[in-house]
Every structure is written in C-alpha cells, then in structure tokens.
Nanobody
C-alpha cells in the first residue's frame, strides 16, 4: 500500500506559477513510476505528466508541454509538478498517482491515488 498526499494548490492569476508536491509513504517510493492527472468539472480525469522510477524519463500531455515540469526526489519520497505560465483552462483538481514499471497515460493503470489539490487560475 502507498499513501499519497498532494499539496501546493491554490488560486493564481493567469501567467502565474504554482508548485505542487505529492508526498508518498508506505512502500518503497523508488519502485513506482508517478503521474500527475487533473480533472475539471464535467470532464474526465486526464493525464498531465509522468515520470519513471529513476526520474530520468518524463512525459507530458501536449496541453502542458513546455509549461509544466515533473520531477521527483526519491530521498524525500516526493514528486513535484512545477506549473508555469498558467492559463484559466488549467483550472482543475490535480491528483498524483503511482504505478509499477513505467509511467503511462491511462488513469486505470495507476494503482494508488492521492485525494487531490485544487488549482484555480483566474483570468
């Protein structure tokens, strides 16, 4: 079992930045690939970014590529999502998730989920 707790969400103006954190506890953090997902009202949960166990390989959705950066610190059991140049359409609840092997995009492949943190971008 892996417990995930997100933090760092909030209200920010368009063009601003936020840094989300996801602290993991339970099993060995470095055994898991990690992903960030988001869900806006009325929409399905969607993949935002993923990072493999070592941190050397990262993946992004086209909508955030060049603006968001995923990273991890295995010594601190934490994964981060640096979000720059935020847009109103980035408004959503952001979730981190963990899975074995490599990071992938489908939500159903992730076994463990956090409770989410709200990000609101005003225009």
């Amino acid at each position: 079992q892996v417990q995930l707790v997100e933090s760092g969400g909030g209200l920010v103006q368009a063009g601003g930045s936020l840094r989300l954190s996801c602290a993991a506890s339970g099993r060995t953090f470095s055994n898991y690939a990690m992903g960030w997902f988001r869900q806006a009202p009325g929409n399905e949960r969607e993949f935002v970014a993923g990072i493999n166990r070592s941190g050397y390989n990262t993946y992004y959705s086209d909508s955030v590529k060049g603006r968001f950066t995923i990273s991890r610190d295995n010594a601190k059991n934490t994964v981060y999502l640096q979000m720059n140049s935020l847009k109103p359409e980035d408004t959503a609840i952001y979730y981190c998730a963990a899975k074995f092997n490599i990071a992938t995009t489908p939500t159903y492949e992730y076994r463990y989920w956090g409770q989410g943190t709200q990000v609101t971008v005003s225009s």
